[in-house]
């Protein structure tokens, strides 16, 4: 990863309060060998240089912990610059964007109810999962960088010269060509076909092969193989998959799945549990074939829909 990379994803943590001690030792480090007059600022608000750090600063200052405040003083000016050539990147000036008369920036989020599939440029696919979103430029196909919050699988689109990178707060995934799944929340990548580079802000490389799934856990990563590839890939196909699924987390799945709003019964100590594997089923459907395995009744009034558990035991 180029170095800016690296030093956008630190930033992006930070402003999210997320960094950890050795991140915060690298951004330092960073900063002590910078100097401020070789930083290019670009706006994209028509701001003076003077109004964007301190708007940078007082968002830095208000998205992390106090006892981390004051670490942020030393390196907040040059953290500015380069935030603002990251947003750069996202929001174009507009001067640039009616230059070219057209929008070069481009963001596309997913509520609940339905799985987005969304064509790039260079023709790759991403499926995005429910309350989630990417941006990316619309000239990208020499830049292929994809910003992820939430949860996505691509389909990449092979180009030998030119990589492919989903970025998160927390790591990126580099490929030239393949399928795979990445789960900001969860902070994980599985690989379907082909192989990945994942790396995350402190610089730390680990590659992937197909039906391999990484986790993050602070600073440590965690490789294994994909036993249940229906559990990362399923819902692409327009799958629900679920394994001793608690009744809590099906309401939830549900709810964004079909987009509606359930009221039930259901409390946190339910001892009830569903598995089972559901394809491409209305909801009325599904609930008829869960009922088979757990007592439940169900009303269905379009968006609202009651459900009563009855006893599991």
Not at 28 to 52: F, M, P
Not at 145 to 161: E, M, N, Y
Request: a negative charge; hydrophobic letters at 35%.
């Amino acid at each position: 990863m180029e170095e800016d990379q690296r030093i956008q994803l630190l930033i992006s943590r930070a402003l999210t309060g997320k960094l950890s001690a050795d991140e915060w030792k690298v951004l330092n480090d960073w900063y002590q060998h910078q100097k401020e007059e070789y930083l290019v600022i670009k706006d994209y608000r028509d701001r003076s240089k003077s109004q964007i750090k301190r708007d940078i600063l007082h968002r830095i200052e208000t998205s992390v912990e106090t006892k981390q405040k004051t670490k942020l003083y030393y390196y907040a000016a040059a953290a500015a610059s380069l935030f603002l050539i990251f947003s750069y990147w996202i929001y174009p000036p507009l001067s640039e964007a009616k230059k070219n008369d057209t929008l070069i920036y481009q963001k596309v989020e997913n509520g609940v109810g339905m799985i987005k599939k969304i064509k790039l440029p260079d023709g790759s696919l991403v499926f995005l999962y429910h309350n989630s979103s990417i941006q990316f430029d619309a000239r990208f196909k020499d830049d292929r960088r994809v910003l992820l919050s939430g949860k996505a699988f691509f389909d990449v689109k092979k180009d030998s010269i030119h990589a492919f990178t989903v970025i998160t707060p927390s790591f990126s995934t580099e490929v030239l060509g393949t399928s795979f799944l990445v789960n900001e929340a969860d902070s994980q990548v599985a690989v379907k076909t082909g192989k990945v580079k994942v790396e995350n802000s402190l610089g730390r490389e680990v590659f992937l092969s197909p039906d391999h799934l990484l986790t993050y856990s602070g600073d440590d990563v965690k490789v294994e193989s994909i036993l249940e590839p229906e559990i990362y890939f399923g819902w692409v196909e327009g799958q629900l998959y679920f394994k001793n699924t608690s009744m809590p987390a099906l309401i939830s799945e549900l709810e964004n799945w079909y987009g509606v709003t359930i009221t039930s019964n259901v409390k946190d100590d339910i001892n009830c549990q569903v598995t089972g594997t559901y394809t491409d089923l209305s909801l009325e459907s599904l609930l008829q074939a869960i009922q088979y395995s757990i007592p439940l009744t169900y009303t269905i009034n379009e968006k609202n829909v009651i459900i009563h558990f009855k006893n599991c035991n």
